[in-house]
T-cell receptor, first 113, second 109 residues
């Protein structure tokens, strides 16, 4: 059974629309993260959360907003979508922020047309 | 900021050959990890190796922290080893992983 569930697996969106990427982890971890992998760049860090609080934000645009309704949830809301947002978005978790032993989800592949 | 450079960018082997992947990083890392990304995109951690040599199965990682480099040796490659191998460094101060661009390995039967 997958320990980190990301939904949907694939997503096609129209430019200017808004989408929410879902992430749930069942590992009992206290830290959760979002990473992005596009065709042009290596896998790159976006956000980190610990105990449902934002720890670090490396995303320049406020169009990307993480949402944590529960300790084991960290969703990613993206507004005013642009074609450059097309990428695979990976959710990950670790026991705590000081622990680098990450588990990654299988990713949501987003295509903005 | 921290940078991670991997080489080669791609590598093609015949089944049974050995592979040597390189990772160089620009700043002190408290942890260095090798990941495997399948052709389907899923990510799996292979080894954590901040310094010295570690083995798991057919994988051997050697990290020389002072020289800011790490290698991943895959012995007796198999077609199922095909995919992308990613090196990532972790720094407690930043509490995040910084990834290299990866080495895409193709093992032919």
């Amino acid at each position: 059974d997958p320990k980190i569930i990301q939904k949907p697996k694939y997503l096609v969106a129209v430019t200017g629309s808004e989408k929410i990427l879902i992430c749930e982890q069942y590992l009992g971890h206290n830290a959760m993260y979002w990473y992005r992998q596009s065709a042009k760049k290596p896998l790159e860090f976006m956000f980190s959360y610990s105990y449902q609080k934002l720890m670090d934000n490396q995303t320049a645009s406020s169009r990307f907003q993480p949402q944590s309704s529960k300790k084991n949830h960290l969703d990613l809301q993206i507004t005013a979508l642009k074609p450059d947002d097309s990428a695979t978005y990976f959710c990950a978790s670790s026991q705590d922020p000081a622990n680098s032993d990450y588990t990654f989800g299988s990713g949501t592949r987003l295509l903005v047309i | 900021g921290q940078q991670v450079q991997q080489s080669p960018a791609s590598l093609v082997l015949q089944e049974g050959e050995n592979a040597e992947l390189q990772c160089n990083f620009s700043s002190t890392a408290t942890q260095l990890q090798w990941f495997y990304q399948s052709p389907g995109g899923s990510l799996v951690s292979l080894l954590s190796n901040p310094s010295g040599t570690k083995h798991t199965g057919r994988l051997t990682s050697t990290t020389v922290t002072k020289e800011r480099r790490s290698s991943l040796h895959i012995s007796s490659s198999q077609t199922t080893d095909s995919g992308t191998y990613l090196c990532a460094i972790y720094n407690n101060a930043g509490a995040k992983l910084t990834f290299g661009g990866g080495t895409r390995l193709t093992v032919r039967p």
